[in-house]
């Protein structure tokens, strides 16, 4: 499974911006698809999943009513769509694929290359 992020870059407080998550390749692992964030000095975080065949959604308190993360079955690909950004959403965005999702990083099997979201007060 390979997955192709973009999307990402500057943006002032208070602004939007989208991230896509294209993938490719085998299927294994992938019924869960989420979007992890790393700020400096600070560990990853699940930031959005989403259950690729219910849609069911889930969010991290702090992006909760500003993220909504969705689905393309059609073009195999994920969206972030970030709104009402605030500075310390400032991190390297990454997506990445479970076949059964959670917050713990060892449950994420295939990993994108990270996109940089900066958000300027």
């Known amino acids: 499974v390979r997955l192709a992020e973009s999307g990402g870059g500057l943006v002032h407080a208070g602004g939007s911006v989208r991230l896509s998550c294209a993938a490719s390749g085998r299927t294994f692992a992938t019924n869960v698809r989420g979007w992890f964030r790393q700020a400096p000095g600070k560990e990853r975080e699940l930031v959005a999943a989403?259950?690729?065949?219910?849609?069911?959604?889930d969010y991290a308190d702090s992006v909760k009513g500003r993220f909504t993360i969705s689905r393309d079955n059609a073009k195999n690909t994920v969206y972030l769509q970030m709104n009402n950004l605030k500075p310390e959403d400032t991190a390297v965005y990454y997506c990445a694929t479970s076949p059964t999702g959670g917050a713990t990083l060892n449950s994420w099997i295939y990993w994108g290359q990270g996109t940089q979201v900066t958000v300027s007060s």
């Open positions: 989403i259950t690729w065949r219910s849609g069911s959604t």
